[in-house]
């Protein structure tokens, strides 16, 4: 394979690292710690597993089981009554396409936009209870990296292009939550918002010399489980030098016909990708009936709100008799798109386990210039 096309593929793949995409580390070497740091900021080991990704000495540097760069810990402390959580998403790994952006051919590609920074999903949990369970509100969006270490949540930052002009698109959702530490593992953060986010969200996606290369279509992004470790800084952690581990899941719902557009750097669509992966010679979503896909979207999204469409008889979402109008449920929708009396399905439906680790999230990012971030 030649450069060129490595390198397009590489580009190709940023995009599962927003939605969910595979685990994988690159080799890692031990994080230094600043020798004149005070005794109080050496309490957290280094992370001897962590990627070595500046800065890599002071407050900042990675540390600990999941190579966090900042202790909610310490937030709880100094803010017993309302402290916020954050938190930035350092690997994941796709469990609904195996075939195609679940596959091992993403890996390096994908894992390189988390430890370089070109990738950034950030989470706060705000009003976190000094003594849970208790009611708390649950940030979460794209950002930014600073040079010092810090990350920031983007604001007004989206550009017009030809198909959006609104600058807020990229900016953070929230939905209320239920914490309950001694809840099962899976189930201690429930959301108590039945539909979180009704309209399109386009996350951004960026090039190695830091240009737009595309913006990520979803609706109603969540987080589906997060279990925190005892000192609330990870969610999972890094296993060795290659792996993340982790069995708390996210997942979106990206429409077909708003993955369809074509990625200028690429030249095929995320559709393509969702439901080939590198197979290119197997067809496109725009040139190949859907029989012949890898993987079909096997959702349904209606006015912003989605379901599992599936067309099984043990799918609680959606009824597969179209001639019973007694039963409330939505239509189950066909994924190979037949016209056997059930709507073609419009969506695929991604679901990913993902690893996060505590960071500092500021309000007011540091503009260090670099071309490899978003101003």
């Not at 937030?75 to 609904?96: D, W, Y």
């Not at 209870?129 to 990350?151: D, M």
């Amino acid at each position: 394979m030649g450069e060129s096309s490595a390198s397009a593929q590489g580009r190709l793949g940023s995009w599962l690292r927003t939605c969910g995409a595979l685990l994988l580390g690159v080799t890692s070497l031990a994080c230094d710690v600043d020798p004149e740091l005070p005794d109080a900021a050496m309490v957290d080991p280094p992370g001897a597993l962590c990627p070595e990704i500046e800065p890599l000495t002071g407050p900042y540097a990675m540390k600990g089981d999941c190579c966090y760069r900042a202790s909610n810990q310490e937030k709880l402390k100094q803010n017993p009554e309302g402290a916020e959580l954050e938190f930035r998403i350092m690997a994941s790994q796709v469990v609904t396409q195996p075939l195609t952006i679940g596959s091992i051919a993403f890996l390096d590609y994908v894992q390189r936009g988390y430890d370089f920074n070109r990738s950034v999903s950030l989470i706060r949990i705000r009003q976190f209870p000094a003594e849970p369970p208790g009611n708390v509100v649950i940030e979460t969006g794209p950002g930014r990296f600073n040079e010092n270490g810090t990350y920031s949540f983007l604001k007004d930052a989206a550009p017009i292009t030809d198909t959006h002009d609104d600058p807020s698109r990229w900016d953070s959702i929230t939905a209320n939550a239920y914490y309950d530490p001694d809840a099962p593992e899976g189930q201690r953060f429930v959301p108590t918002d039945p539909d979180v986010v009704r309209q399109l969200v386009l996350t951004p996606e960026w090039l190695p010399d830091g240009r737009l290369d595309y913006e990520l279509p979803q609706y109603s992004p969540r987080v589906l489980s997060m279990t925190l470790s005892d000192d609330l800084n990870c969610i999972g952690e890094r296993g060795d030098e290659t792996r993340w581990l982790s069995h708390d899941e996210i997942e979106s719902f990206v429409p077909v016909e708003e993955a369809s557009r074509e990625i200028s750097s690429t030249g095929w669509s995320l559709c393509t990708s969702l439901a080939f992966g590198y197979r290119l010679n197997a067809g496109t979503c725009e040139l190949t009936t859907r029989p012949f896909w890898a993987e079909q979207p096997t959702a349904m999204c209606v006015d912003g709100i989605c379901y599992d469409g599936t067309p099984r008889p043990d799918n609680a979402q959606c009824r597969l008799d179209p001639t019973n109008t007694s039963d409330p449920r939505p239509l189950c929708c066909d994924p190979i798109a037949l016209d056997v009396g059930l709507p073609a399905c419009n969506a695929f439906h991604v679901r990913a386990r993902y690893v996060a680790a505590a960071v500092e999230i500021t309000d007011d990012p540091v503009n260090d210039g670099s071309p490899l971030l978003p101003n």
